[in-house]
């Protein structure tokens, strides 16, 4: 598996790398968001370069939230935020500018690659699916089997496309995955270990402050707050009549 490292200190690039190596993987590390641009456009059309990018934020040339939104912009290569900002504007910014997920320094090594590998678990099930399907990965012609409406929102289960009174929402794959998941049973209490187990496809219990971020962006994306309930000491679950 290939990953691109987007680090500029030179000794944490240096560990990281090492110890992604001693697990099979092979690193290309950069130091600027040019670097890293110019690495993941290099393929030109074979097709994505990296299994993963580790972004950090913290970028001499320029800010990492703009070299995600950009990333996001040229294809559909997954990222991880890797980065020491850990208040939740920062985190929900970036989710919304469509890292895959976000991980604050200093972080436990075995929980990285528990995140790269389940990033990398999903994208490779969603493009077998699409091909399957024959969905091209920016959505097609919408299927009537296979959606979902909740009041204003409609859910394209087929297609994973989102739409508020008509207007296209923009979501992460995990916030997708988060929503489709709570609105196949509207009403139905969803607790947070089997959220995380079913999304996120790991029991590990630190991703719950993950879950609640994702959820805060999709009711922000959304504009529907009420649409996600909040089942306090369980979980959450889908307004039975929309909101």
Known sequence: MRVLLVEDDDRVAAALSAVLARHGFQVTHVRSG?????????????????????????????????VCGRI???????VIMVTARADVR????????????????PYDMGELLARIHAVSRRTAAEESQAAESGDAPDGGTAATPGTIRLGAVTIELPTRRVSVDGTLVALTRKEFDLLALLAQRPGVV?????????????SWEGTGRTLEVHVASLRAKLRRPALIETVRGVGYRMAAQGA
């Not at 393929?43 to 939230?65: I, K, N, S, T, W």
């Open 72 to 78: 996001r912009r040229a294809g559909s290569t997954p």
């Open 90 to 105: 920062s985190r929900i910014h970036g989710l919304n500018l469509g890292a895959d997920d976000y991980v604050v320094k």
């Open 34 to 66: 040019a670097e890293a641009l110019q690495e993941l456009l290099a393929g030109g059309q074979e097709g994505p370069r990296f299994a993963v990018v580790l972004l950090d934020l913290g970028l001499p040339d320029q800010d990492g939230f703009e």
């Open 190 to 202: 969803f607790r947070r270990e089997q959220i995380i187990s079913e999304v996120w496809r790991t």
